[in-house]
């Protein structure tokens, strides 16, 4: 009998079987077959509309917490598909023994984060269920806003187009796993976790072609997505990959590939080339852009692979998430 | 009188090495009529006289050199009176059932051309007969033509088109054929592509790197003696530590350097010209520069095999580095535009011709191992030779994929496996592209069209992925398992043998990383019987690279309280952030894979002991680490046949049963081992001392296991360390067990390819 597996929610290839296999095969419509993030629809007065539900351990961690991510979730799944956030529902499902204070502390995030991206929290619900039911707590958000002229699909994905990321890649993997771990690197690493609408309205312009942002499954998940929908190829530099170097170090330690690792506050932007420098020098005026930089071109070439041309030259490909790296040197 | 006609068969290789003129000469010499042609299926000879028994006998006694006959057929037939007897021209078949040939290095008869002012081949660096030069490498589809081969770009002139009609001469029938006025041509230029007059003699003298071009591919070609010049290679080719392979002029002068034993010289010296990986004499070492083979007490020593060799060699030195032209973790490069383009920088001087390789093909490299040859990497000179099996019948053409690291594949269609040339490491995607090409290519050469694949059942190795696209039946192999059967097959055994796999990692049933393993079992299936116990191996591939991380993360396991309190100065060149880290690993599991690799053992034993903590090529802890423990054996142990001596210097081991399988502990032999560190021995005597301990448990182990009398098999690529081999075949001896191990293939990952067909034949 097949089974759920951790690695069904990972946002690797075993989620993108699920989604398409049981999900789009018995749900499946116009609007969720085009797998976006947030949907625009039609006839509801340009209104678009994203969900998305949150479990993480530790629920507090440095940069943030299950309440901040909950909101910043949700905006962003917006944000990047061109529309503006302006009201959030909140869920939660709570386990029988959660300290109340550390609840409160968690709401008192939520609406940090909420007045920041300019959002209200319009309804919610609450359920508790019983001591190990569920692991102290879990939210559901569902983010509501309306539809700019903003187009940003996949579709318009060109081979010559710019890939862009508009900061360092992983710190929110990496800040969770230490944090879980107990693993002390030289300068500890904070989550990225940030609502990313204000960035955006800084810098899009219409030879912005697509964006999204690269959570679980990292930056090679989110393009490999991306290059199999717009039928492209996409190649990456090594030395372009901004990394904190507390990032870069754990990677190296632990045999993590930052390409994989979660980012809850950057946004992959794919531009044309004619509007990439003014992009960027938009980007980095921002406090949440300074550290945006290219990292790789669209190419023709077989649609959906993504190669990465290393510090060495030479090039590796770069496929979805799929399950853990095991050792392969014999 | 007896029957006065037959008609003989032969198959094998028996096309393009000479064989119709030598049977034309010997019926000549016998009286015998009749007629001998190439056909779809070999050679045939009518035969008709009143010596046929004789002329059959010495056919097959006096084949060619080069030739191999794998089937012979004789049936009576009635005499049709031939008056004469004649080569009669090879029927154009389609799809011809021949094998084809390796390339071979030049032969005495035609350095002799090179060395005759009077010859039309004097100086000729493409010079070749039907007893030598190209083959694998310049054909592009069977039967072996010249029209199918890129020789084809090439007009005979008209003595060359003599002698390739001549049966009396030398060159009859050698597709390669051409001399000065009708064949391909070297020229030389400089990094901007200016032409400069000669083949290069004066600019390797004068230190400069010269990409050449060759048989099977480019290599970067510089004086050996130049310190100066191996370190510029050194450094442009971005080679951290690996060693170089040396051209010598000759096996006099290579003695100079390395010791050569009577089957290394007939290695050397054979048709395939392979790299021999030699000793070297330690009085020595000041002709060649260092940087040749930093921290290794060996040499990979070639001879020259093709004419352009011969040529190079008028210059004033006689060693010459002869790298593969590769950049780092990318293949091969076989053409002028490529070697003009990647090699920019890194070459100074580019000596290239107009002849286009078609099968890039690396030097091959063995070493000779208790007597026998052991292969590092097979390719030109070996490949496309098959592996003829009379125990296994395939019916459904099947593709081995092989292995990610050191890759080669496998085809194999009835009683025959070609086992593709070493094409390299598959995580680099231009690897993976020339692994596409050439398995399209191999296709052509050896003739078979896969319908069904084999793979690994890692499931993250690039070709697992390519395997599991292919529309056919597929069969997943587990790593050592195929390393297994890899040498069952190769000695044509089909019974279940005791297998001791001992490897760096492969993708094990329970989802551990194996490596070293004790397996009963053969093509149909097996038992997994006794393994090193499972460590912790931290940051999995990236740990690799840093043995001594391993080391600590397997101290810190095995040893608690004080023990693991004295090991602290061991640690020193550990980072207290990497400390922290290693300790974090080792108590909650994160990025800690269980693994029980042999080769991780021998890599954090090297960095324990300070031989190498930070590795640079693939396998340097450990052959760096066995290095140090055979200089011990060279100083100190010329009597170490004693098995008293033998028992006094061995580490304890522990042997424990766990469910029902039989597990190697280690944790005496650190204790003991970090003992005589903190002791002050020499790493010299603990790397030795440690060799002979696993050479041991090995040996007691397959005797605790009780798996009847039949031979053991010795597979995995751990078993290219000599020293540790040599040890194990002595305690086999000692203990009358019987080994087998590879003889055709590698013993490490390039013998995966053929193991995971005869498997995949089972269950398919
Ligand atoms: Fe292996
Ligand atoms: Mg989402
Ligand atoms: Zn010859
Ligand atoms: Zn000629």
């Not at chain 1, 678009?48 to 909101?71: C, E, M, Q, W, Y």
């Not at chain 2, 070297?280 to 060996?298: F, W, Y």
């Not at chain 2, 760096?504 to 393993?517: A, L, N, P, R």
């Not at chain 2, 100190?636 to 001596?645: F, W």
């Amino acid at each position: 009998m097949e089974r759920i597996m951790l690695a069904h929610g990972s946002g690797g290839r075993l989620s993108h079987e699920l989604i398409l296999n049981l999900f789009q095969k018995h749900l499946g419509n116009a609007h969720l077959n085009q797998m976006n993030d947030a949907v625009l629809l039609p006839g509801m007065e340009r209104i678009a509309v994203s969900t998305d539900s949150f479990v993480v351990s530790p629920l507090f961690f440095r940069g943030g917490n299950i309440g901040k991510l909950a909101v910043c979730g949700t905006v962003n799944d917006l944000a990047v598909s061109g529309a503006i956030p302006k009201f959030i529902t909140l869920a939660l499902i709570l386990e029988e023994g959660l300290p109340i204070e550390e609840l409160e502390q968690i709401i008192k995030s939520v609406a940090g984060t909420a007045a920041e991206a300019g959002v209200l929290v319009v309804c919610g619900d609450t359920k508790v269920v019983e001591r190990g039911s569920a692991d102290r707590i879990f939210i559901n958000t569902t983010g509501i806003g309306y539809i700019t002229d903003r187009l940003v699909e996949p579709k318009r994905i060109q081979p010559g187009d710019e890939i862009i990321i508009t900061g360092t890649i992983g710190d929110h993997g990496i800040a969770i796993l230490s944090e879980r771990e107990g693993l002390e690197f030289q300068t500890p690493v904070l989550s990225d976790c940030a609502p990313l609408n204000k960035l955006i309205d800084t810098f899009y312009l219409p030879g912005v072609k697509c964006m999204r942002d690269p959570t679980r499954g990292g930056v090679a998940t989110t393009l490999n997505e991306l290059a199999q929908q717009a039928g492209v190829s996409m190649l990456l530099k090594e030395e372009l990959l901004p990394l904190l170097p507390s990032v870069e170090s754990a990677c190296e330690m632990l045999g993590l590939d930052p390409l994989y690792l979660a980012n809850e506050g950057k946004a992959l932007v794919i531009v044309a080339p004619e509007v990439a420098d003014e992009v960027l020098l938009k980007m980095q005026s921002h406090p949440l852009g300074q550290n945006a930089t290219r990292i790789g071109i669209v190419q023709e070439g077989k649609s959906g692979l993504v190669l990465l041309e290393t510090f060495l030259g030479g090039k590796r490909f770069v496929g979805m998430l799929e399950g853990e790296h095991l050792p392969r040197i014999c | 009188m007896k029957n006065e006609a037959k008609t003989i068969f032969f198959n094998g290789i028996v096309q393009g090495v000479g064989f119709r003129p030598f049977v034309y000469k010997l019926a000549e010499e016998l009286g015998i009529n009749g007629w001998v042609n190439n056909s779809s299926h070999g050679v045939t000879i009518h035969a008709e006289g009143n010596k046929l028994d004789l002329f059959y006998d010495r056919l097959l006694k006096e084949v060619p050199s080069l030739a191999k006959i794998v089937t012979a057929q004789v049936i009576d037939v009635e005499p049709r009176y031939y008056k004469t007897f004649k080569i009669v021209e090879s029927k154009a078949e389609s799809k011809a059932d021949v094998l084809i040939s390796p390339d071979v290095a030049t032969c005495r008869d035609c350095l002799a051309d090179m060395a005759d002012s009077n010859s039309r081949f004097y100086q000729f660096p493409f010079t070749n007969c039907t007893n030598c030069g190209p083959r694998y490498t310049i054909i592009h589809d069977v039967p072996y033509d010249r029209a199918l081969t890129t020789m084809s770009e090439f007009r005979m002139c008209k003595s060359c088109e003599e002698d390739y009609v001549n049966p009396r001469n030398r060159r009859f029938h050698a597709q390669p054929i051409a001399c000065k006025n009708c064949g391909p041509k070297f020229q030389l230029t400089d990094g901007s592509g200016r032409s400069l007059p000669g083949l290069g003699v004066d600019q390797l003298s004068q230190g400069g790197i010269l990409a050449v071009k060759g048989l099977g591919g480019f290599h970067l070609v510089c004086d050996a003696r130049n310190v100066e010049a191996v370190r510029r290679l050194r450094e442009r080719k971005e080679r951290g530590f690996k060693p170089f392979a040396v051209m010598a002029r000759s096996i006099a002068v290579a003695r100079e350097q390395v010791n050569i034993l009577i089957k290394e010289e007939e290695l050397l010296t054979s048709s395939s010209a392979p790299i021999v990986i030699l000793e070297r004499k330690l009085a020595s070492r000041g002709g060649l520069s260092e940087d040749i083979a930093p921290g290794i007490q060996t040499l990979g020593i070639l001879l020259p095999y093709a004419p352009i060799h011969y040529r190079l060699f008028e210059g004033p030195y006689d060693f010459l580095i002869m790298t593969s032209a590769n950049l780092s973790g990318r293949p091969l490069i076989y053409s002028n535009d490529e070697a003009l383009a990647e090699l920019q920088g890194i070459a100074d001087y580019f000596l290239m011709h107009n002849r286009d390789i078609y099968h890039p093909c690396d030097d091959s490299v063995v070493q000779l191992i208790g007597d026998e040859i052991v292969f590092h990497r097979r390719a030109r000179g070996y490949v496309p030779l098959p592996i003829l099996m009379s125990s296994y019948q395939v019916e459904t053409p099947l593709l081995g994929v092989g292995g990610e690291l050191k890759n080669s594949f496998c085809l194999v269609a009835g009683q025959r496996a070609f086992v593709s040339q070493y094409i390299g490491d598959m995580e680099g995607y231009e690897n993976l592209q020339r692994f596409h090409q050439e398995l399209e290519s191999f296709q052509r050469v050896v003739n078979i069209v896969p319908s069904a694949v084999a793979h690994d059942k890692h499931p993250n190795y690039q070709l697992t992925n390519f395997a599991l696209e292919q529309p056919w039946p597929k069969c997943a192999v587990q790593h050592h398992h195929a390393h297994l059967v890899s040498v069952l097959g190769e000695w044509d055994r089909t019974e279940p043998t005791l297998g001791v796999i001992c490897d760096g990692t492969g993708y094990g049933d329970d989802h551990c990383i194996w490596g070293f393993e004790f397996l009963y079992g053969n093509s149909s299936g097996y038992e997994r019987k006794a393994h090193l116990e499972y460590l912790g191996l931290p940051g999995g591939d990236a740990g690799a690279k840093h043995p001594l991380r391993i080391a600590y993360a397997y101290v810190k396991t095995l040893l608690r309280g004080e023990a693991w309190e004295k090991t602290k100065p061991l640690w020193r060149p550990l980072s207290n952030m990497e400390r922290r880290i290693l300790d974090r690993q080792v108590d909650t599991g994160v990025q800690l894979f269980q693994t029980s690799s042999a080769g991780r053992l021998f890599d954090a034993v090297s960095a324990l002991i300070g031989v190498c903590i930070k590795v640079t090529y693939e396998g340097q802890a450990a052959i760096e680490l066995e290095s140090v423990g055979a200089g011990f054996l060279q100083d100190h142990l010329e009597d170490e046949e004693s098995s008293q001596k033998n028992s006094q210097v061995l580490y304890s081991f522990e042997t424990r049963v766990e469910e029902g399988v039989l597990i190697l502990g280690v944790r005496a032999l650190f204790e003991d081992l970090i003992q005589d560190v903190l002791l002050g021995v020499s790493k010299e005597e603990i790397s030795y001392r440690f060799h002979m301990t696993i050479a041991q448990a090995i040996v007691d182990i397959a005797l605790q296991l009780e798996v009847g009398d039949g031979p053991m098999v010795l597979s995995g690529g751990v078993f290219q360390n000599r020293l540790l081999t040599e040890a194990v075949l002595r305690n086999c001896q000692r203990h009358g067990i019987k080994v087998l191990r590879s003889r055709s293939l590698p013993p490490g990952d390039g013998g995966l390819a053929f193991g995971q067909i005869l498997i995949a034949n089972e269950v398919l």
